[in-house]
């Protein structure tokens, strides 16, 4: 957990409808009263703002910068390009992104990743928006151990708190597992209880996230399933 502003990314999430309540299924398959798209953060200045988060995170917890910011399809990409850009703007610092495709690219370039080639010996730090049951961050840490690369670390912009996927053991959070099972510190900017204070104590927050009695009642049971 880094020292950001639960209540500013709370604002942002509201405020761009990234974050919702209602009733949605996870990439984990779980019925879930709150949805967070970072898809719906889709302007200059807004991913300019989040971006700045990401990057303040990054030099707040990792003493050396990566070599490359690596973001997954989709939601991933345009953060890995705008964190690179923030951490150049506020450091000096060259640090390259990539990304990659869902579908291996048969004519021009080809391949399937895009961007600052993940070469020996590259420091790679891995961004994405949303931490569940850590289903998508373990795909890609599974593949990039066949290449002679340094995970420095994990970091999204918000951890749901919720028990890890069966692939990564299905014990402790999700955060917790991916640590333990590839070796690799995860971080993340807020996390989904920290979101819900922050709204719950801001009327203004309330009425523009239709939070309601009811809702905050679906949500805390379903942490309470969930959660870990």
């Not at 961007?115 to 010996?121: I, M, N, V």
Request: proline share 2%; with cysteine.
């Amino acid at each position: 957990m880094t020292q950001i502003s639960a209540r500013e990314i709370a604002s942002l999430l509201v405020g761009t409808h990234a974050l919702r309540f209602g009733s949605f299924t996870t990439k984990s398959g779980r019925e879930s009263p709150f949805f967070m798209n970072f898809g719906a953060i889709n302007g200059g200045a807004d991913l300019t703002r989040l971006a700045g988060w990401y990057a303040d995170a990054i030099i707040q917890i990792h003493r050396t910068l990566p070599d490359i910011i690596f973001g997954p399809a989709y939601k991933g990409i345009p953060l890995a390009v705008a964190v690179a850009a923030e951490l150049a703007r506020k450091t000096g610092a060259e640090v390259g992104f990539a990304f990659d495709r869902k579908e291996v690219k048969d004519h021009g370039e080809g391949g399937s990743l895009i961007g600052r080639p993940l070469e020996k010996g590259r420091r790679i730090l891995i961004v994405d928006d949303v931490l569940t049951a850590g289903t998508s961050v373990g795909q890609t840490l599974a593949w990039m151990k066949d290449l002679d690369v340094k995970i420095t670390g994990v970091l999204v912009g918000v951890d749901r708190c919720e028990k890890a996927s069966d692939a990564l053991g299905g014990n402790g959070t999700a955060a917790f597992a991916l640590a333990r099972t590839h070796h690799v510190r995860v971080d993340s900017l807020t996390d989904i209880k920290k979101i819900m204070t922050a709204i719950c104590s801001d009327q203004g927050l309330v009425s523009a996230s239709g939070l309601t009695e009811a809702v905050k009642l679906k949500v805390n049971e379903y942490l309470g399933k969930y959660g870990s």
